[in-house]
């Protein structure tokens, strides 16, 4: 078993930026692919970004694309997503997700993750 801790959450201003962190219980680096999902009012859980075991695949929905950044400390056993150029669009809860295995496909389905996060509020409000 892995528990995963989301911390990072806040209220920012449009434009603004956050960084999510993600720690695992224990070693992760080694052999598990990590996602970050999100989940907005009213809405279906979606995915966001993913990170293969080694970081060398990385993977993100359009929405994200070019203003988030999925990377990762082995040493620390801790997966971020630095957050850039918000909108209000982005404002929901974000999950962080692992996958036992080394995989270099994209993940992008919640039931691709057998070990989940609490989850931790982002707004972006003015």
């Known amino acids: 078993q892995v528990q995963l801790a989301e911390s990072g959450g806040g209220l920012v201003q449009p434009g603004g930026s956050l960084r999510l962190s993600c720690v695992a219980s224990r070693r992760t680096a080694s052999s598990y692919h990590m996602g970050w999902f999100r989940q907005a009012p009213g809405k279906e859980r979606e995915f966001v970004a993913s990170?293969?075991?080694?970081?060398?695949?990385?993977y993100y929905s359009d929405s994200v694309k070019g203003r988030f950044t999925i990377s990762g400390d082995n040493a620390k056993n801790t997966v971020y997503l630095q957050m850039n150029s918000l909108k209000s669009e982005d404002t929901a809860v974000y999950y962080c997700?692992?996958?036992?295995?080394?995989?270099?496909?994209?993940?992008?389905?919640?039931?691709?993750?057998?070990?989940w996060g609490q989850g931790t509020q982002v707004t972006v409000s003015s």
């Open positions: 997700a692992g996958k036992a295995g080394r995989f270099i496909g994209r993940l992008s389905g919640e039931s691709d993750y057998d070990y």
């Open positions: 990170r293969s075991w080694n970081g060398g695949f990385k």
